[in-house]
């Protein structure tokens, strides 16, 4: 009999929700081949994540809010599933590279549990830029609105996974590439 052409795809999944969202799911293995599996299943976690998102949007849209009020909540959802943890790195990743300081030392600004300047303006921003795009998108048409909630919650988790694949050096030895 065949072996299935992915047997680590159940412990990828599981490890990718147990990983990148709050869905209370069982991670058995916490090993580099669950890793990997996890992190191309990334995307799967942003189709989720993404319904989720268009599905709040939606609801608030046919209940007569207005399309920068279903645009906030739908922006909020994803922050709320992941437990920000997109938004924690993305501030980060500003604060290292606003440090101005050599790679060693910006790892070591990006580790540290604060936030600072670059990191709130970078989340301010951006949160703004996310509620612009959706609210015109709602406008445009709640299927365009609901379209660009999923996509570009798909899109986010498949830079993870491009991120994380084979000859992408990782920043720390112990990192995933």
């Known amino acids: 009999m065949p072996s299935p052409p992915l047997p680590g795809l159940p412990h990828g999944l599981r490890f990718a929700f147990g990983t990148l969202t709050v869905i209370p799911v069982r991670v058995t293995r916490w090993d580099r ?4 599996g996890g992190m191309l299943c990334a995307p799967a976690v ?18 007569g809010a207005g399309s920068l009020l279903a645009s906030v909540a739908a922006a909020a959802v994803p922050a709320v599933l992941t437990r920000g943890l997109h938004l924690d790195g993305l501030a980060d990743t500003a604060d290292g590279l606003g440090s101005g300081k050599p790679a060693e030392d910006a790892l070591r600004v990006m580790k540290q549990s604060d936030i600072g300047p670059f990191g709130v303006l970078t989340l301010v921003f951006t949160l703004f830029a996310q509620v612009a795009a959706l609210a015109q998108a709602y406008d445009d048409s709640w299927a365009r609105g609901t379209v660009a909630a999923v996509v570009s919650a798909v899109a986010a988790r498949l830079a993870l996974t491009l991120a994380a694949r084979s000859g992408v050096p990782a920043a720390r030895p112990q990192g995933l590439g």
Not at 33 to 36: G, H, K, L, Q, Y
Not at 55 to 62: D, E, N, S, W
């Open 33 to 36: 081949e669950a890793a990997r």
């Open 46 to 63: 942003g189709l989720v994540v993404g319904a989720g998102a268009a599905v709040i949007g939606l609801l608030l849209l046919f209940l």
